[in-house]
Every structure is written in C-alpha cells, then in structure tokens.
C-alpha cells in the first residue's frame, strides 16, 4: 500500500470538477483508492464521496492506494494537485 498526503492548492479547493478529475484517475484504477480528510474516509473512485469531504482550499488530503497500479495511481493524482486541477492557485 502507498499513502500520500497531498495539499490542495487551487483556490476553490475540491468541487464538483476537481472531485471528477480525481475520479477520472482513481476510477479506472485496478488499485482500490480511498481519501481521507478530517476525519473522513471515502472511496476515491466514487466523485459523490469525494465531493460530500468538502475539501476547502489550504487542506492536505491522504490517499491510500493499495494493488498492481498503485505506483502509477499516486504518480498521477501527485501530478493533478501540483496542477492545481489545471485551475489558479490560491
């Protein structure tokens, strides 16, 4: 298993198309995906769970990624937040 803790940095943190994004990721995986936020734990192929977290701005969100693609599944949402969801950074 990989956990990663990563710092959303866009302005308007995880709504509806960020939480689309991670899904687009996360979905298609062979790995299972969960996020974990305040507490919370969801499953990070389900972009109702991920948008009912409510991750605003400024907040670090931990991924555990656990199977055969879990390399490549951490590499790819590493990239998306250092992205900031391709939108501006606060």
């Keep these: 298993m990989v956990v990663k803790t990563l710092k959303v940095t866009n302005k308007l943190g995880v709504h509806a198309r960020p939480a689309g994004m991670i899904v687009d990721i996360t979905g298609p995986a062979k790995s299972d995906v969960s996020i974990v936020f305040d507490g919370s734990k969801a499953n990070a192929k389900s972009i109702l769970n991920v948008m009912m977290l409510a991750i605003p701005f400024g907040s670090e969100v931990k991924f555990e990624v656990e ?4 390399e490549l599944v951490v590499q790819k949402l590493e990239q998306l937040f250092h992205d900031n969801f391709n939108e501006e950074a606060g």
């Design 67 to 70: 199977g055969e693609d879990e």
